[in-house]
T-cell receptor, first 113, second 115 residues
Framework: QQQVKQSPQSLIVQKGGISIINCAYE??????FPWYQQFPGKGPALLIA?????SEKKEGRFTISFNKSAKQFSLHIMDSQPGDSATYFC????????????FGGGTRVLVKP | DTGVSQDPRHKITKRGQNVTFRCDPI?????LYWYRQTLGQGPEFLTY????????KSRLLSDRFSAERPKGSFSTLEIQRTEQGDSAMYLC?????????????FGPGTRLTVL
């Protein structure tokens, strides 16, 4: 059972443009929603995270929008740069289950100069 | 470097051999997690420890897999009688249960290739 669904699978954006990645979850008991960035051959690195009591969180060029009623959340990357070219994963966890992460399938982002 | 470290970074082995990976978490973190990531997929949870206690094992963790965290610090993941399907990136992450902390920090991973 895929509890976190992520779309699109890949994305091409021009430098300076906005990248938008969407995720939907099924389990309403999830209480923490992080986004990770992964470069080839490296481990995932935490970008930004949100809890369900907040509808939006912004850190620099990265913004998470959270819609609890729709069980959806999204990552917006503003002013995309070539260095942002990476694979992005959304994830979800719940404290009651040891905070183990359930990941989406990933979105490969390519920022063209 | 105070981040999560993993050793080795790459391992090539023949089918049927045993392999062992090591993870050193961030020193003050009492939780340690193992995940497996196959090419083009998101990481999948395998098991986790709180201090030295192994609290949960995924059904993905067959009886050929065993993990330990003997002194609540570093952890090892052993795969016995490796199969080609075990080829993947094995990721370790650490975190803490202090307060409302939920964040996990990942190591660079160990890439396993089974020939």
């Amino acid at each position: 059972q895929q509890q976190v669904k992520q779309s699109p699978q890949s994305l091409i954006v021009q430098k300076g443009g906005i990248s938008i990645i969407n995720c939907a979850y099924e389990n309403t008991a999830f209480d923490y929603f992080p986004w990770y960035q992964q470069f080839p051959g490296k481990g995932p690195a935490l970008l930004i995270a949100i809890r369900p009591d907040v509808s939006e969180k912004k850190e620099g060029r990265f913004t998470i929008s959270f819609n609890k009623s729709a069980k959806q959340f999204s990552l917006h990357i503003m002013d995309s740069q070539p260095g942002d070219s990476a694979t992005y994963f959304c994830a979800a966890s719940m404290k009651a289950a040891g905070n183990k992460l359930t990941f989406g399938g990933g979105t490969r982002v390519l920022v063209k100069p | 470097d105070t981040g999560v470290s993993q050793d080795p970074r790459h391992k090539i082995t023949k089918r049927g051999q045993n392999v062992t990976f090591r993870c050193d978490p961030i020193s003050e973190h009492n939780r340690l997690y193992w995940y497996r990531q196959t090419l083009g997929q998101g990481p999948e949870f395998l098991t986790y420890f709180q201090n030295e206690a192994q609290l949960e094992k995924s059904r993905l963790l067959s009886d050929r897999f065993s993990a330990e965290r003997p002194k609540g610090s570093f952890s090892t993941l052993e795969i016995q009688r490796t199969e080609q399907g075990d080829s993947a990136m094995y990721l370790c992450a650490s975190g803490t249960v202090a307060g409302s902390a939920d964040t996990q920090y990942f190591g660079p991973g160990t890439r396993l290739t089974v020939l």
